[in-house]
């Protein structure tokens, strides 16, 4: 599904939009996009993130290098859905080649609708931003403090 559609889907239901990157259909580099939307979405300039390209996985593995982000790749709606409600992703990475045009509305909807659980997998968010910083996330068991200079 091209980006241009999905645009057209989006800005009716009153979501605001910015595009980042290449939306004609041409060969582009992926991580310049994927620099472009995390960047903005980890220093707070967007709530979220949608990355385009042909199967979503470059653009999931390029996203995920960029602290702050956590970003998944959702082929179906249940994806999404759990990848809002247990992991807290703030990017979404889908294929634009291997899934459809409607299921791809499908699949945005219910993942910009759905909240957060917090709960237990708060502490799981918390160990993935001790991995960013470079800290074993087994220390959280073990009583270490999760202030961001720990």
Request: glycine share 10%; with cysteine; net charge negative.
């Amino acid at each position: 599904m091209a980006a241009n559609a999905l645009l057209g889907h989006l800005r009716p239901d009153g979501h605001e939009v910015e595009l980042f990157g290449e939306t004609s259909g041409r060969s582009c580099d992926y991580p310049d996009s994927a620099w472009r939307v995390c960047q903005a979405v980890s220093n707070g300039r967007a709530e979220r993130g949608i990355l385009l390209c042909g199967t979503g996985i470059g653009m999931c593995i390029a996203a995920n290098k960029i602290p702050g982000i956590r970003a998944a790749l959702a082929p179906d709606e249940l994806s999404a859905r759990l990848s809002r409600s247990h992991n807290d992703a703030n990017v979404l990475c889908l294929s634009a080649d291997l899934i459809g045009q409607a299921l791809v509305k499908r699949i945005v909807e219910e993942w910009l609708k759905t909240p957060f659980d917090g709960g237990r997998h708060q502490r799981r968010l918390e160990k993935i931003a001790m991995i960013e910083r470079g800290t074993d996330p087994g220390e959280l068991a073990e009583g270490i403090d999760l202030a961001p200079d720990s």
